[in-house]
C-alpha cells in the first residue's frame, strides 16, 4: 500500500507558533519557523561536522563507501521526514531531532561508547543521549549569549527522551535507567528546564527514533555484504529480507548482486515505512488525540511497526548482531579501539598537559568534574583525531585492520 503524503498539519502535530520556546529568549526569526531553526543550527554546528568521521561500524581507512555517523544521520533525517510528511506532522521538528541524535557518540561508534563508560564507572558512566544533551546545552561555544545551541525544548524533549520517558509515574527512573538511574548531565539540564521526563515525546521525535531503527537495519546489510561478513543467500532466509530478495529474483531473474542489494536496501526503507505509517494512523484513530500534548499523555508509544513487521525487524536486528556487530574481525578492531580511548582518558587524567589549551585551562580541580571534562573532549573527537593523538602520546597505536 502505497503511503500518502499529508496536504495539511494533523491536529496532534507539533505546532512551531505554540512552542514551549528556548531556555534563553530570542528574537523570532522573520523567516523562519523555530523548528526549522533548530535544524539550521544543528548542521551548522563543530559537533554535526565532526560526524564524517567518525565510525559507524567501519573504521574510515576500510573503505570509502561504508557509512560515517555523517552518512547515518542524513538517512534516519531522510526517513524521519517521510514519515512525518505522511503522518501530517511538522516536518521540520522531525527533521531536526534526527539531525541531533547522534551528536554525542564518541568516535569508533558503541566501541567509544564502551570504553568510555568504563573509564567513567566511578563517575555515573557514559550515556550517549546524556552526551548529546551535553553538546546542544553545553559544549557548543557559537554564540555570545549563551553556551550551547539554544534548542526548542520541543527538539531537546525528542533528543533525551529518544527511548521513551525516563520517569515512571512515581518519578522513578525507567527503562534503560531503572539501575542505573538518570545520567546526571540529564537531570542536572532538566532541574533548570524542565523536558517533563515522565511523558513520551511528540509524534516527531517518535518519528525520528523509528527512523534510526529503519535507517540501521537497511544500510547495516548494504554495508555488511559490501565487507563481505555475509551473502544474500544467508539473508535469503531472513522475514523481510527474504520475500524480497525473492521478489526482485522474480522481477528480474540474474540480476547482478550489486543491484540486488541496491533493490533489497530501498525496499526495505519502503515497506518499513509503510508499515509504520499504517500502524501509527491505526494507534491514532484509536486512542483519537486531539493535540501534541495529549499523545505525550498516551502511556504508549504511537509510532511503532505493526506486529509482524516488528517480529521481522526483531529478526534483522539478531541476524546483524550475530553476523556483522559481533563478527571477529569487527571485535577485533571495535576492541583496539576501545583500547586507544582508555589510553587517552588515563593519559589525560595523569597529565592533564598533555590536553589542549583551552581543555587544560578550564580543567576542574574536582575528580568527578575533572573525569567528565575529560570524557567530553575524547567524546568530540572523530576517529582520525583520536588515533593521532594516541600516536602523539604513546610509542604504539594500532592499526585498527
Known amino acids: 500500500m502505497a503511503v500518502q503524503a499529508s496536504t495539511a498539519r494533523a491536529p496532534y502535530a507539533a505546532d512551531p507558533g505554540s512552542s514551549r520556546g528556548r531556555l534563553h529568549a530570542e528574537p523570532p526569526s522573520s523567516t523562519r519557523s523555530v523548528f526549522r531553526r533548530d535544524c539550521d543550527r544543528v548542521i551548522h554546528s563543530t559537533a554535526f561536522r565532526r560526524l564524517a568521521h567518525k565510525t559507524q561500524v567501519f ?31 511538522e516536518e521540520d521538528l522531525a527533521e531536526g531531532c534526527a539531525l541531533a541524535h547522534d551528536l554525542g557518540h564518541p568516535p569508533f561508534g558503541h566501541a567509544g561508547e564502551r570504553a568510555l563508560d568504563q573509564c567513567l564507572a566511578g563517575f555515573g558512566g557514559f550515556d550517549h543521549n546524556a552526551q548529546t544533551l551535553a553538546v546542544v546545552t553545553r559544549l557548543e561555544k557559537r554564540y555570545a549569549g549563551f553556551d550551547g545551541l539554544n534548542l526548542t525544548w520541543e527538539t531537546l524533549e525528542g533528543l533525551v527522551k529518544h527511548n521513551g520517558p525516563l520517569l515512571d509515574a512515581q518519578g522513578r527512573p525507567a527503562a534503560l535507567y531503572a539501575a542505573k538511574g538518570i545520567p546526571a548531565e540529564i537531570a542536572d539540564y532538566n532541574g533548570v528546564h524542565d523536558l517533563a521526563l515522565d511523558t513520551f515525546p511528540s509524534l516527531e521525535a517518535q518519528a525520528g527514533a523509528i527512523s534510526d531503527d529503519i535507517a540501521y537495519d537497511s544500510h547495516d546489510i548494504d554495508d555488511g555484504l559490501r565487507a563481505e561478513l555475509f551473502t544474500l543467500d544467508e539473508l535469503a532466509a531472513l522475514p523481510l529480507a527474504g520475500d524480497i530478495l525473492a521478489e526482485v529474483g522474480a522481477s528480474y531473474p540474474g540480476l547482478e548482486p550489486a543491484r540486488r542489494t541496491s533493490e533489497l536496501s530501498r525496499r526495505m526503507i519502503t515497506r518499513m ?20 500534548e495529549a499523545v505525550r499523555r498516551a502511556g504508549a508509544p504511537m509510532v511503532g511497526f505493526s506486529k509482524p513487521m516488528a517480529a521481522a525487524e526483531r529478526a534483522v536486528k539478531k541476524f546483524l548482531f550475530e553476523r556483522m556487530y559481533r563478527h571477529e574481525r569487527v571485535m577485533h578492531i571495535m576492541g583496539d579501539a576501545e ?27 574536582e575528580a568527578r568534574a575533572r573525569a567528565r571534562h575529560v570524557a567530553d573532549f575524547i567524546a568530540g573527537m572523530t576517529d582520525r583525531y583520536a588515533l593521532s593523538e594516541h600516536r602523539r602520546l604513546f610509542d604504539l597505536t594500532p592499526l585498527l585492520r
Open 273 to 292: 515505512i509503510e508499515d509504520v505509517a499504517g500502524e501509527t494512523r491505526r494507534r491514532l484513530a484509536e486512542l483519537a488525540p486531539d493535540s501534541a
Open 339 to 365: 583500547g586507544v580511548l582508555r589510553d587517552l582518558f588515563a593519559r589525560y587524567i595523569e597529565n592533564p598537559e598533555a590536553l589542549p589549551a583551552e581543555w587544560r585551562h578550564t580543567l576542574p580541580a
Open 59 to 89: 573504521v574510515f581507512h576500510e573503505g570509502d563507501h561504508y557509512r560515517t555517523r555523517l552518512t547515518h544521520t542524513l538517512e534516519v533525517m531522510q526517513v524521519a521526514r517521510s514519515l512525518a510528511r505522511a503522518l501530517g506532522l
